[in-house]
């Protein structure tokens, strides 16, 4: 089944503390892109990826880092997290070429609580 | 910049039409999406517009009108399943590399 992945789906930590969402699709799509969430803001795009190893920032960056090592993988990093980070991520992909390139797949999405 | 406008919510009957509009303006323009999030759930694609027009499937139409910066998403025959929030999002300028900017969703409520 195509499908784009989330791990964890839940997640309550404190501030400071590391942690990493992962992300993976088994579509062979070329572009990933993480997203957050919240009440009356909307989707919000932090960073995208072309490629493997060509990542850029969206509107939302800070906070937040991402690596592209594989294709398949795209996993979104918070360094030092805080409070306002406290969301509702998603995870997406959709391809680049060869085909409708224009529908993005979200990942069920990842609810953070930051405390 | 880009900037969409949508109205937060809308309330309809089982069985009736549903008009929701979008408007945008955009520093550049390359195709206005519409998407479905029923509540906790993830986004699911519904239609891309690129050109003026309407555009269906099945019971959702998509229409887009590039000179008055406005879209409507037309639902039909509504379905209690179609209680969701309904997202507007435009494409900018970048090619394949777009970012997409979303609007904040017309929460629409279908009642019996």
């Known amino acids: 089944e195509a499908q784009v992945t989330q791990n964890p789906r839940y997640l309550i930590t404190v501030t400071g503390k590391k942690l990493t969402v992962t992300c993976s699709q088994n579509?062979?799509?070329?572009?990933m892109s993480w997203y957050r969430q919240d009440p009356g803001l909307g989707l919000r795009q932090i960073y995208y990826?072309?490629?493997?190893?060509?990542?850029d920032k969206g509107d939302v960056p800070e906070g937040y880092k991402v690596s592209r090592k594989e294709k398949r993988n795209f996993p979104l990093i918070l360094e030092s997290p805080s409070p306002n980070q406290t969301s509702l991520y998603f995870c997406?992909?959709?391809?680049?070429?060869?085909?409708?390139?224009?529908?993005?797949?979200f990942g069920p999405g990842t609810r953070l609580t930051v405390t | 910049g880009q900037n969409i406008d949508q109205p937060t919510e809308m309330t309809a009957t089982e069985g009736a039409i549903v008009q929701i509009n979008c408007t945008y303006q955009?520093?550049?323009?390359?195709?206005l999406f519409w998407y479905q999030q029923h509540a906790g759930e993830a986004p699911t694609f519904l239609s891309y517009?690129?050109?003026?027009g309407l555009e269906e499937k099945g019971r959702f139409s998509s229409f887009l009108s590039r000179s008055k910066g406005y879209s409507y998403l037309l639902l039909k025959e509504l379905q209690m399943k179609d209680s969701a929030s309904y997202l507007c999002?435009?494409?900018?300028?970048?090619?394949?590399?777009?970012?997409?900017?979303f609007g904040r969703g017309t929460s629409l409520i279908v009642h019996p």
């Open positions: 997406a992909s959709r391809r680049t070429s060869g085909g409708p390139y224009y529908e993005q797949y």
């Open positions: 579509m062979n799509h070329e572009y």
């Open positions: 990826s072309m490629n493997v190893e060509v990542t």
């Open positions: 955009t520093s550049g323009f390359n195709g």
């Open positions: 517009n690129v050109l003026d």
């Open positions: 999002a435009v494409r900018g300028p970048g090619g394949g590399s777009y970012i997409p900017t």
